[in-house]
């Protein structure tokens, strides 16, 4: 499989790292502090075309798969995990509308995201069901050239900030089974919404991951993705992959700050009695080593699930399930390894390293859970059924 970025996801990085050190680094301590969506990151992305990435090329976009998404959420999530989440979360809103987008769909959503005048996001998650996002109770019913949506989303990134939202729902005809659902975009102007209350989390502070009510909510039914009810294909061919890559990236991202916070301090403390360097401990040196390893074994995952899936490998499945529950562990198990290492300092109130701990332990409920993962890992690799 290819692995390493071509020219054109190569130009991308570097735009991207270069807007991640001049307007994402220095408002990320103010992000998180503030709980604060991260409107600058966001423009800044929009205004370079980033957020164009999952858009075909034919309607003015990258047409960039799944290793471009997990290498600029990695790239984003090393300095503003919240912003990475954001941008992320976007991309998969993207992947989805793109996978089985109408003409009409095509120019409403993917030609404006490409030209960066409008921001999407996903909204799966429902407190009823919890983890198993497959299995929404919000309902549709149709009602002429409309559907009036009923029910209650959780959890949606960028929530009230985006300009539109990729939403899930039970199938409309009565005979639908478990499992057979529908999407269709809701426009963030729909009548009968209402926002709930603001975000105030534990991590990811600034992603803005608000629930948002629908009471009889009409959408047109132009705004339905595929056909009523046949949607249980998005959750294993475009849902999972881009979710879970957008995620793999992003804590890979976090992962690899708190390896950096380690080396940098290693490098740089000192010991006023000797002057001895922590560098110079053998302890510190051995642990070190088991970071960068664990860091490396993560991105060598996540880059080959990555390719596989760009690749339409048949077998690329557990690779890319695999992925988000990694990459959450590594991160982690490295944020605690730099809280050791950092000592006293990483224990100030919102210290830098304390807050990659708190992002970090986000990924193991954020659904698919981490639980959740390595069972249809499991299951994929022994050839059983996931749901």
Known sequence: ??????PALQALLAKTTELVDAVVAPMAGEVDREARWPAHSMQAFARAGLTGLQVPQRLGGHGQGLLALATLTEAIARVCPSSALCFGMHCVGTAVIAAKATPLQEERYLRPIAQGRHLTTLALSESGTGAHFYLPETNLTAAGDRYLVNGTKQFITNGSHADSYVLSTRASSPDAEAGDFSCLIVDADTPRTEWLAQWDGFGMRGNSSRGLRLDDAPVPITHLLGEDGDQVWYVFEVVAPY??????????????????AAGEHLRNRRYAHSGAALRDVEVLQTRY????????????LIYEAAARGDAADPHALPFILACKADAGDTAVQLANDAM?????????DNSRVAQMLRDARASHVMSPTTDLLKLWTGRSLLGLPLL
Not at 1 to 6: A, L, Q, T, V, W
């Open 1 to 6: 499989m290819k692995r390493n970025p071509s």
């Open 243 to 260: 979710f879970l890559m957008a995620m793999a990236g992003t804590y890979l991202g976090v992962a690899q700050s708190a390896l950096d």
């Open 289 to 300: 080593a088991g970071m960068w390893t664990a860091v490396e074994k993560t991105r060598a």
């Open 340 to 348: 050791t290492i950092c000592g006293g300092a990483a224990y100030r």
